[in-house]
Protein backbone atom coordinates (compact mmCIF):
# COMPACT_ATOMS: atom_id res chain seq x y z
CA UNK A 1 0.00 0.00 0.00
CA UNK A 2 1.26 3.29 -1.17
CA UNK A 3 1.91 6.47 1.33
CA UNK A 4 -1.10 8.46 -0.43
CA UNK A 5 -3.13 5.45 0.21
CA UNK A 6 -2.15 5.09 3.58
CA UNK A 7 -3.17 8.95 4.55
CA UNK A 8 -6.38 8.46 3.12
CA UNK A 9 -7.02 5.86 5.19
CA UNK A 10 -5.83 7.57 8.41
CA UNK A 11 -7.88 10.92 7.33
CA UNK A 12 -11.00 8.46 6.66
CA UNK A 13 -10.98 7.48 10.05
CA UNK A 14 -10.41 10.35 11.72
CA UNK A 15 -13.31 11.50 9.83
CA UNK A 16 -15.54 8.28 10.32
CA UNK A 17 -14.13 8.76 14.01
CA UNK A 18 -15.23 12.30 14.73
CA UNK A 19 -18.72 11.28 13.04
CA UNK A 20 -19.24 9.01 15.85
CA UNK A 21 -18.57 11.29 18.08
CA UNK A 22 -20.80 14.03 16.64
CA UNK A 23 -23.94 12.14 15.03
CA UNK A 24 -25.60 15.73 15.33
CA UNK A 25 -23.18 16.90 12.34
CA UNK A 26 -25.54 16.48 9.37
CA UNK A 27 -28.09 18.44 11.41
CA UNK A 28 -25.75 21.39 11.55
CA UNK A 29 -24.90 20.93 8.08
CA UNK A 30 -28.03 19.46 5.88
CA UNK A 31 -26.38 20.49 3.19
CA UNK A 32 -24.18 17.77 3.11
CA UNK A 33 -26.50 15.11 3.04
CA UNK A 34 -28.29 16.22 -0.29
CA UNK A 35 -24.61 15.68 -2.36
CA UNK A 36 -23.81 11.90 0.15
CA UNK A 37 -24.69 9.27 -2.26
CA UNK A 38 -23.97 5.43 -1.04
CA UNK A 39 -23.54 2.80 -3.81
CA UNK A 40 -26.69 0.20 -3.10
CA UNK A 41 -26.45 -2.97 -4.78
CA UNK A 42 -29.85 -3.19 -5.15
CA UNK A 43 -31.25 0.50 -5.51
CA UNK A 44 -27.95 2.02 -7.15
CA UNK A 45 -26.56 5.35 -6.06
CA UNK A 46 -29.18 6.39 -3.70
CA UNK A 47 -28.43 9.40 -0.71
CA UNK A 48 -27.61 8.57 2.73
CA UNK A 49 -31.40 10.48 3.73
CA UNK A 50 -32.35 7.85 1.20
CA UNK A 51 -30.08 4.65 3.02
CA UNK A 52 -31.27 5.63 6.28
CA UNK A 53 -35.39 6.14 5.33
CA UNK A 54 -34.11 2.51 3.73
CA UNK A 55 -32.84 1.25 7.01
CA UNK A 56 -35.41 2.29 9.10
CA UNK A 57 -38.29 0.94 6.89
CA UNK A 58 -36.55 -2.24 7.08
CA UNK A 59 -36.10 -2.56 10.86
CA UNK A 60 -39.63 -1.06 11.18
CA UNK A 61 -40.60 -4.67 9.17
CA UNK A 62 -38.65 -6.62 10.93
CA UNK A 63 -40.03 -5.33 13.82
CA UNK A 64 -43.47 -5.71 12.92
CA UNK A 65 -42.95 -9.16 11.80
CA UNK A 66 -41.40 -10.20 15.32
CA UNK A 67 -44.20 -8.07 17.08
CA UNK A 68 -46.50 -10.29 14.73
CA UNK A 69 -45.17 -13.43 15.77
CA UNK A 70 -45.51 -12.43 19.67
CA UNK A 71 -49.28 -11.56 19.54
CA UNK A 72 -49.67 -14.79 16.86
CA UNK A 73 -47.91 -16.82 20.05
CA UNK A 74 -49.61 -15.21 22.52
CA UNK A 75 -52.95 -16.16 20.79
CA UNK A 76 -52.04 -19.52 20.51
CA UNK A 77 -51.07 -19.60 24.45
CA UNK A 78 -54.34 -18.33 25.32
CA UNK A 79 -55.79 -20.95 23.46
CA UNK A 80 -54.30 -23.80 24.74
CA UNK A 81 -54.74 -22.68 28.24
CA UNK A 82 -58.16 -22.23 28.04
CA UNK A 83 -58.25 -26.24 26.36
CA UNK A 84 -55.89 -27.01 29.24
CA UNK A 85 -57.86 -25.63 31.96
CA UNK A 86 -61.63 -26.88 30.95
CA UNK A 87 -59.85 -30.24 30.63
CA UNK A 88 -58.50 -29.54 34.25
CA UNK A 89 -61.76 -29.29 35.34
CA UNK A 90 -63.61 -31.74 33.83
CA UNK A 91 -60.57 -34.22 34.98
CA UNK A 92 -61.05 -33.04 38.44
CA UNK A 93 -64.75 -33.80 38.61
CA UNK A 94 -64.92 -36.98 36.88
CA UNK A 95 -66.66 -39.54 39.60
CA UNK A 96 -64.48 -42.38 38.95
CA UNK A 97 -61.19 -43.29 37.61
CA UNK A 98 -62.55 -45.05 34.63
CA UNK A 99 -64.50 -41.43 33.89
CA UNK A 100 -61.07 -39.67 34.49
CA UNK A 101 -59.37 -42.06 31.48
CA UNK A 102 -62.32 -41.62 29.26
CA UNK A 103 -62.31 -38.10 29.87
CA UNK A 104 -58.90 -37.80 29.14
CA UNK A 105 -58.99 -39.45 25.82
CA UNK A 106 -61.97 -38.17 24.04
CA UNK A 107 -60.87 -34.29 25.43
CA UNK A 108 -57.39 -35.22 24.24
CA UNK A 109 -58.42 -35.99 20.55
CA UNK A 110 -61.68 -33.53 20.39
CA UNK A 111 -59.91 -30.25 22.10
CA UNK A 112 -55.97 -30.48 20.67
CA UNK A 113 -56.67 -32.72 17.64
CA UNK A 114 -54.56 -35.34 18.02
CA UNK A 115 -54.51 -38.42 15.99
CA UNK A 116 -53.69 -41.28 18.71
CA UNK A 117 -53.47 -40.72 23.02
CA UNK A 118 -52.65 -43.82 24.78
CA UNK A 119 -52.59 -44.38 28.14
CA UNK A 120 -50.04 -47.03 29.53
CA UNK A 121 -50.66 -47.59 33.21
CA UNK A 122 -47.98 -49.47 34.97
CA UNK A 123 -50.65 -51.00 37.36
CA UNK A 124 -54.29 -51.49 36.64
CA UNK A 125 -55.78 -52.75 40.34
CA UNK A 126 -58.83 -51.18 39.53
CA UNK A 127 -59.58 -53.23 35.62
CA UNK A 128 -60.04 -49.50 34.14
CA UNK A 129 -60.81 -50.33 30.09
CA UNK A 130 -58.95 -48.31 27.39
CA UNK A 131 -55.54 -48.17 29.17
CA UNK A 132 -52.36 -50.06 28.45
CA UNK A 133 -50.37 -51.96 31.53
CA UNK A 134 -46.50 -52.53 30.92
CA UNK A 135 -44.16 -52.31 34.09
CA UNK A 136 -41.94 -49.21 34.05
CA UNK A 137 -38.76 -50.98 32.49
CA UNK A 138 -40.79 -52.41 29.46
CA UNK A 139 -42.02 -48.72 29.18
CA UNK A 140 -38.67 -47.44 29.27
CA UNK A 141 -37.63 -49.48 26.53
CA UNK A 142 -39.88 -48.55 24.30
CA UNK A 143 -39.79 -45.01 24.76
CA UNK A 144 -35.73 -45.07 25.35
CA UNK A 145 -36.41 -42.47 27.86
CA UNK A 146 -35.51 -42.53 31.86
CA UNK A 147 -37.86 -39.37 32.60
CA UNK A 148 -35.07 -38.35 34.35
CA UNK A 149 -36.17 -34.89 35.47
CA UNK A 150 -40.01 -35.62 35.08
CA UNK A 151 -40.67 -33.74 31.83
CA UNK A 152 -42.88 -34.88 28.60
CA UNK A 153 -40.50 -35.34 25.98
CA UNK A 154 -41.40 -34.45 22.20
CA UNK A 155 -40.07 -35.53 18.45
CA UNK A 156 -39.92 -37.69 15.77
CA UNK A 157 -41.89 -41.32 15.53
CA UNK A 158 -39.17 -44.05 16.12
CA UNK A 159 -39.38 -47.72 15.38
CA UNK A 160 -39.87 -48.51 19.20
CA UNK A 161 -42.06 -45.38 19.93
CA UNK A 162 -44.65 -46.54 17.22
CA UNK A 163 -44.95 -49.68 19.30
CA UNK A 164 -46.77 -47.50 22.09
CA UNK A 165 -49.62 -46.04 19.89
CA UNK A 166 -52.67 -48.05 17.99
CA UNK A 167 -52.96 -46.04 14.50
CA UNK A 168 -53.19 -47.37 11.61
CA UNK A 169 -51.43 -44.68 9.73
CA UNK A 170 -48.15 -44.08 10.12
CA UNK A 171 -47.61 -41.21 13.10
CA UNK A 172 -44.60 -38.57 12.16
CA UNK A 173 -44.66 -37.24 15.49
CA UNK A 174 -44.94 -37.83 19.35
CA UNK A 175 -45.77 -36.48 23.15
CA UNK A 176 -44.85 -38.36 25.64
CA UNK A 177 -46.28 -37.23 29.21
CA UNK A 178 -44.91 -39.05 32.42
CA UNK A 179 -47.53 -39.84 34.76
CA UNK A 180 -46.26 -39.74 38.65
CA UNK A 181 -42.27 -38.86 39.60
CA UNK A 182 -39.88 -41.05 37.13
CA UNK A 183 -43.73 -41.96 35.27
CA UNK A 184 -44.20 -44.54 38.30
CA UNK A 185 -47.81 -44.26 37.48
CA UNK A 186 -47.50 -44.52 33.93
CA UNK A 187 -47.27 -41.99 30.75
CA UNK A 188 -49.67 -40.33 28.33
CA UNK A 189 -48.40 -41.52 24.80
CA UNK A 190 -49.74 -38.64 22.29
CA UNK A 191 -49.23 -39.26 18.58
CA UNK A 192 -49.85 -36.91 15.48
CA UNK A 193 -49.45 -37.51 11.91
CA UNK A 194 -48.06 -34.12 11.67
CA UNK A 195 -44.00 -34.05 12.00
CA UNK A 196 -44.48 -30.53 12.87
CA UNK A 197 -47.05 -30.88 16.21
CA UNK A 198 -44.38 -32.61 18.49
CA UNK A 199 -41.01 -30.82 18.40
CA UNK A 200 -37.93 -31.96 20.42
CA UNK A 201 -37.14 -28.06 21.08
CA UNK A 202 -40.52 -27.56 21.48
CA UNK A 203 -42.37 -26.06 25.18
CA UNK A 204 -43.48 -28.72 27.21
CA UNK A 205 -45.40 -26.42 30.04
CA UNK A 206 -48.64 -26.97 28.99
CA UNK A 207 -47.84 -31.00 28.57
CA UNK A 208 -46.82 -31.00 32.01
CA UNK A 209 -49.56 -29.39 33.57
CA UNK A 210 -52.06 -32.62 31.43
CA UNK A 211 -49.65 -34.94 32.90
CA UNK A 212 -49.98 -33.14 36.70
CA UNK A 213 -53.69 -33.25 36.46
CA UNK A 214 -54.23 -36.52 35.09
CA UNK A 215 -51.79 -38.09 37.63
CA UNK A 216 -53.55 -36.75 40.39
CA UNK A 217 -56.93 -37.62 39.50
CA UNK A 218 -55.63 -41.51 38.80
CA UNK A 219 -54.20 -42.01 42.30
CA UNK A 220 -56.96 -40.15 43.54
CA UNK A 221 -59.19 -42.94 46.51
CA UNK A 222 -62.92 -42.86 44.86
Known sequence: MGKAAEDLLRVEGKIANYLEKNPEFFERHPQLLENLKINHKVYGSVSLVERQILNLRQRSETLQGRLNEMMNNAQVNSALLVKCSELAVNLIHA?????????????????????????????????????????????????????????????????????????EQTLESYALIPLGEGAEVGIIALGSHDVELFTADMGTLFLRFIGDVAEACLIKET
Open 95 to 167: PNKQEVVDTLIKQIHDYFDIDDCQVWLCHNDDNLDNVNVSDIDTLRKFTDQQFIQDDPVCGRVTESISQLFES
